[in-house]
């Protein structure tokens, strides 16, 4: 301690008496970017190529029942311990455009192009993103959907309502279109946030598609090396995949957690936006146990970018473990 302070003030102390700081001509007064550069990180999986593609992502308040089961103080102490202030909340989005077995793939979609005006920019990136990253949405052969929460089916949209990927075949489960599409459930659900996303899942598959989707079942390839797996609770239809190529594997857990320094570290702890809670911690349980035996890459939603690692057993929970950057494919 002592000698870090010291060293601390030596080094402030021969910075102001720098001849070469005082005299410095003002290319320092540049203004500074106030824009992140495009954010997109690519890497293999076999001969696969994955691209992490940011969305943005949304900061907000903590809301009072963010957890069902833990209360704010624990939630604020499980945000503390991760470095991450109190009191609020910040949730990353990563849609992927995979290559694989010849096609160009894209998983999820974000929050949509309209939203990148309403949120001044801070999410619905994906689109502008993608193109940053080199890839045009017309070249886009597939779009695979997880589950049918606004983030991942928004930006199957572009901001005229038009569709975004005007040449691609959309993939839906199967479990999730049925559950969704079905008017009794729609009339049976509880006013405030499940009808908002019933609505919205009709806004952009009945006005938006026009229902031009193809059902896909769990446990079946739905691309290339892509294949469905049944993550169930966050949603009745809700699904994960496994990319495998030679002999490696890539787990695309879409949203089995949310912010995992919150659901990995406490995976009994259930999220306000999971359907099924009891579900989706068993499911979430499962997985995670599935990753540290396998070691398996996994890549998530709703991780801090570039969302994916590793995961390892901590205490009575999980931690995720950073994959390295790398600065080459
Ligand atoms: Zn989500």
């Known amino acids: 301690m002592e000698l870090t302070r010291r060293h601390a003030l030596a080094g402030a102390a021969a910075l102001a008496a720098s001849p070469l700081l005082s005299n410095s001509p003002a290319k320092a007064a540049a ?45 604020n102490a499980a945000l503390e311990k991760a470095f991450l202030p109190k009191d609020k909340v910040t949730i990353y ?73 005007p040449n691609a075949e959309v993939l839906v489960p199967a479990a999730e279109w049925k559950y969704f599409m079905d008017d ?29 989707v193809t059902p896909y079942e769990m446990g079946k390839d739905v691309a290339p090396g892509l294949q469905a797996v049944a ?29 995992p320094a919150l659901f990995a570290t406490n995976p009994g702890w259930h999220l306000m936006f999971d359907q099924d809670p009891a579900m989706a911690e068993a499911t979430r349980r499962k997985v995670y146990d599935m990753l540290v035996a396998d070691k398996m890459r996994v890549q998530g939603f709703h991780y801090p970018f ?10 009575n929970g999980y931690r995720l473990v950073p994959a390295p950057w790398s600065p080459v494919i």
Not at 145 to 164: K, P, V
Not at 231 to 253: A, D
Not at 306 to 315: I, L, R, T, W, Y
């Open 31 to 75: 203004p500074l970017a106030d824009k992140q550069a495009p954010s997109f990180y690519r890497y293999k999986v076999g001969d696969a190529q994955v691209n992490a593609i940011s969305d943005g992502a949304s900061t907000f308040p903590l809301p009072d029942s963010f957890v069902l089961n833990a209360k704010k103080e624990e939630i």
């Open 231 to 259: 993550t169930l609770g966050h949603t009745p239809g809700h699904t994960s995949y496994i990319l495998s190529s030679g002999s490696e594997k890539l787990f695309i857990q879409s949203d089995v957690t949310n912010h």
């Open 306 to 315: 570039p969302a994916n690692g590793f995961v390892e057993k901590d205490g």
């Open 93 to 165: 989005y990563s849609p992927l455009v995979i290559n694989t077995g010849g096609k160009l793939v894209v998983v999820d979609t974000g929050m949509g192009a309209a939203n990148f005006a309403s949120s001044k920019g801070n999410s619905g990136q994906f689109a502008g993103n993608m193109v940053a990253a080199g890839f045009d949405p017309k070249s886009v052969d597939m779009v695979v959907i997880s589950h049918f929460h606004g983030d991942h089916i928004n930006g199957l949209l572009n901001a005229e309502n038009t569709l975004a990927f």
């Open 184 to 212: 009794g459930e729609m009339s049976r659900a509880p006013a405030g946030r499940m009808e908002t996303v019933f609505k919205n899942a009709r806004r952009v598959f009945d006005a938006g598609l026009k229902k031009k």
